[in-house]
C-alpha cells in the first residue's frame, strides 16, 4: 500500500524550532520529488516546499524562505522539514505529498497531515 | 506568480444535480491544472491533472476541462459522497499554487 506518514508536530513557542517527518512506503521513494503543503485551521491549502528525487531541485514558499529547510534520506525512504524561527502564522496542518515526476507539480499521494501550532 | 480565484465560494446541489465549478488564472497557465477533493478530516485527494486527465480510480462522473486562464470542473451527477470542497492547482509557473476553494454542500 502506497502511505506516506508525517510526525513530528506539536505546540511550540513563537522564535523556536521544529522537525517534522515524512516516512514513505509502497513506491520507490528515490523516483519522485516530494513536497510539503500546509493548511492553517478552516484555510485553503497553501505549498510550502518541494524537493527533486536527487536535491538538485528544491524550492521554498517565500513566506517560509530563509527560515525553513527541506530534505530527504532517500536510503531512509524519508523526507524532513526543519523549521526555525516559527511564527503565530506557521500554525497549520503540515501534510507530506508525493509528486507525480521530478518536479511535475501536481501531488498523488498525500499523508494525514501532523500539526504544528505555534503560540505562546 | 500566477494567483488562482475559484468560483462560486459555495454551491449548493441536490444529490443528482450536475455541479460546475469555475476557476481562473490570473495569467495563462496553459493546461497545468489540477483538481483536489478534501473532505472533512481528510488529506486531499487528486482528481485531475493536466486539466482534463483523471487520476486513477476517479468515477467518470467528474471531468475536468479549459485551457489559459479558464478552468472549470463538473460532476455530472452529484452524490452523498462528493460533498467536499474543491481546489483546483496551478504547476505552470512557479510557485505552485492553489485557488482558495469551493464547497460543494447539499442543497
Known amino acids: 500500500e502506497v502511505q506516506l506518514v508525517e510526525s513530528g508536530g506539536g505546540l511550540v513557542q513563537p522564535g523556536r524550532s521544529l522537525r517534522l517527518s515524512c516516512a514513505a512506503s509502497g513506491f520507490t521513494f528515490d523516483d519522485y520529488a516530494m513536497h510539503w503543503v500546509r493548511q492553517a485551521p478552516g484555510k485553503g491549502l497553501e505549498w510550502v516546499s518541494g524537493i527533486s528525487w536527487n536535491r538538485g531541485g528544491i524550492g521554498y514558499a517565500d513566506s517560509v524562505k530563509g527560515r525553513f529547510t527541506i530534505s530527504r534520506d532517500n536510503a531512509k525512504n524519508s523526507l524532513f522539514l526543519q523549521m526555525n524561527s516559527l511564527r503565530v502564522e506557521d500554525t497549520a496542518l503540515y501534510y507530506c505529498a508525493k509528486d507525480v515526476g521530478y518536479f511535475s507539480g501536481w501531488y498523488d499521494i498525500w499523508g494525514q497531515g501532523t500539526l504544528v501550532t505555534v503560540s505562546s | 506568480e500566477a494567483v488562482m480565484t475559484q468560483s462560486p465560494a459555495t454551491l449548493s446541489v441536490s444529490p443528482g444535480e450536475r455541479a460546475t465549478l469555475s476557476c481562473r488564472a490570473s495569467?495563462?497557465?496553459?493546461?497545468?491544472v489540477a483538481w483536489y477533493q478534501q473532505k472533512p478530516g481528510q488529506a486531499p485527494r487528486l482528481l485531475i491533472s493536466?486539466?482534463?486527465t483523471r487520476a486513477t480510480g476517479i468515477p467518470a462522473r467528474f471531468s475536468g476541462s479549459g485551457s489559459g486562464t479558464e478552468f472549470t470542473l463538473t460532476i455530472s451527477s452529484l452524490q452523498s459522497e462528493d460533498f467536499a470542497v474543491y481546489y483546483c492547482q496551478q504547476y505552470n509557473n512557479w510557485p505552485p499554487g492553489f485557488g482558495p476553494g469551493t464547497k460543494v454542500d447539499i442543497k
Open positions: 495569467q495563462s497557465i496553459s493546461s497545468n
Open positions: 493536466d486539466a482534463s
